[in-house]
């Protein structure tokens, strides 16, 4: 009983395949929150693109 709890042990010790879920969780949480700030990012952006936009529109007389 002693050698087969110990080649148990061996072989769940050398296992990988929940370290590789793991690591391709994180993954996707980090490429998740690239996503969330880029676009957070560039919808600043664009909203301050779109209101100089609006103010020339309504003003045409000023500088743009």
Request: proline share 2%; charged share 10%.
């Amino acid at each position: 009983m002693n050698g087969f709890m110990h080649t148990r042990l061996q072989d769940f010790l050398r296992d990988e395949e929940g370290v590789t879920a793991i690591e391709y969780g994180l993954i996707a949480a980090l490429i998740a929150i690239a996503i969330i700030v880029g676009a957070s990012l560039a919808g600043t952006n664009l909203n301050a693109l779109f209101n100089r936009i609006g103010a020339c529109l309504s003003n045409p007389s000023s500088a743009c």
